[in-house]
């Protein structure tokens, strides 16, 4: 797996599969006028209503989003640890840290890193121990690791994402992006660009679990690229044998091919042919090779 499809894959859930709603509180409230574009995009893919934190009555709340300190200077972090509430919090930095990831976020004062993801099970398995660069990490700011459970994800020894409070508790040195003009959520989970809001991500999905749709487990690929189709066989390969053990053994395989070679590949239906069970098919690609498109053969025939 790319590391593009990496970040990409731990983007998830539609919402649809639940008729429960969480209501998210955002902290300060004039956050919501700052990121709207943000939190709009995200009660798109998570089930989520989305309302400004009211530190009089925290019942109604399912989790806290804090994107740093209000205009008087209050955070909302005892407090909503105290009512066991779920928490996203972005932290200021640890004492004599380097400049902060949540002004390098805004001001744009940023340098490339490598994000090192522990193996740590509250992470999505696309992410346990993998290494990513993004292009605005080099400078994030450390958080204080003696008040952190654990770390999920560091920064040339510093840790930008951990958790506290028993793993209710995310705590990031990485200010979320605002989607600034026509940005969509999927460029920030690429490679490059996903430090800022692949955090939050997680933090959601754990929200939402039980209730939102939960992805398939990891699988694998299995790509074969331009074997002949002239016949039932190719070396070692015989078709008929391969779509046999991936229905018996429940895996699947992808035949590459050309348009071109289509019209070489026998007439007569496999014996193994099934609409149901295929067990193979055939991936086609550089179809300008055929100067009439109109003249591509039909792939009904073949032995997959």
């Given at each position: 797996?790319t590391?593009?499809?990496?970040?990409?894959?731990?983007?998830?859930g539609?919402g649809?599969?639940?008729d429960?709603i969480?209501?998210?509180?955002v902290?300060?409230?004039s956050?919501?006028?700052?990121?709207?574009?943000?939190?709009?995009?995200l009660t798109?893919?998570?089930?989520?209503?989305?309302v400004?934190?009211d530190p009089?009555?925290?019942?109604?709340?399912d989790?806290v989003?804090?994107?740093?300190?209000a205009d008087?200077?209050?955070?909302?972090?005892?407090a909503?640890?105290?009512?066991?509430?779920?928490?996203?919090?972005?932290a200021d930095?640890?004492?004599g840290?380097p400049?902060?990831?949540?002004?390098?976020?805004?001001?744009?004062a940023?340098e490339?890193?490598?994000?090192?993801f522990?193996?740590?099970?509250a992470l999505?398995p696309?992410?346990?121990?993998?290494r990513?660069e993004?292009d605005r990490?080099?400078?994030a700011?450390?958080?204080d690791?003696?008040?952190?459970?654990?770390?999920l994800?560091?920064?040339?020894?510093r840790?930008?994402?951990g958790?506290r409070?028993?793993?209710?508790t995310?705590?990031?040195?990485v200010?979320p992006?605002d989607?600034a003009?026509?940005?969509?959520?999927?460029?920030?989970?690429?490679?490059g660009?996903?430090a800022?809001?692949l955090?939050?991500v997680?933090?959601?999905r754990?929200l939402?679990r039980g209730?939102?749709?939960t992805?398939?487990?990891?699988?694998a690929s299995?790509?074969?690229d331009?074997?002949?189709?002239?016949s039932?066989s190719?070396?070692?390969l015989d078709?008929n044998?391969?779509?046999?053990r991936?229905?018996a053994h429940?895996f699947?395989v992808?035949?590459?091919?050309?348009p071109?070679?289509a019209w070489l590949a026998?007439?007569?239906?496999?014996p193994?042919?099934s609409?149901?069970?295929?067990?193979?098919s055939c991936?086609?690609?550089a179809?300008?090779?055929?100067s009439?498109r109109?003249?591509s053969?039909s792939?009904?025939?073949l032995?997959?």
């Amino acid at each position: 797996m790319t590391e593009a499809a990496t970040t990409q894959a731990a983007l998830t859930g539609d919402g649809s599969g639940t008729d429960r709603i969480h209501t998210l509180a955002v902290h300060p409230g004039s956050a919501l006028a700052t990121h709207d574009r943000l939190f709009d995009a995200l009660t798109r893919v998570f089930p989520l209503r989305v309302v400004p934190f009211d530190p009089a009555d925290l019942t109604p709340f399912d989790g806290v989003v804090s994107l740093g300190r209000a205009d008087d200077g209050g955070s909302p972090q005892a407090a909503v640890e105290r009512a066991g509430l779920p928490l996203y919090l972005v932290a200021d930095p640890a004492p004599g840290a380097p400049s902060g990831a949540a002004g390098a976020a805004t001001s744009g004062a940023a340098e490339r890193g490598v994000v090192t993801f522990t193996g740590a099970g509250a992470l999505n398995p696309y992410l346990r121990g993998r290494r990513i660069e993004d292009d605005r990490v080099g400078t994030a700011a450390a958080l204080d690791g003696g008040a952190l459970d654990e770390v999920l994800a560091s920064v040339d020894g510093r840790a930008i994402w951990g958790r506290r409070n028993g793993g209710a508790t995310h705590v990031v040195s990485v200010a979320p992006p605002d989607l600034a003009g026509t940005a969509a959520l999927g460029e920030h989970l690429t490679t490059g660009s996903f430090a800022a809001l692949l955090p939050l991500v997680q933090y959601l999905r754990d929200l939402t679990r039980g209730e939102d749709w939960t992805p398939p487990p990891l699988r694998a690929s299995i790509t074969l690229d331009d074997p002949n189709l002239a016949s039932q066989s190719y070396g070692w390969l015989d078709y008929n044998d391969l779509v046999t053990r991936a229905r018996a053994h429940n895996f699947h395989v992808s035949i590459a091919t050309v348009p071109l070679d289509a019209w070489l590949a026998p007439r007569s239906p496999s014996p193994t042919h099934s609409t149901t069970r295929p067990g193979a098919s055939c991936g086609i690609w550089a179809t300008d090779t055929l100067s009439d498109r109109s003249r591509s053969p039909s792939l009904a025939h073949l032995p997959a």
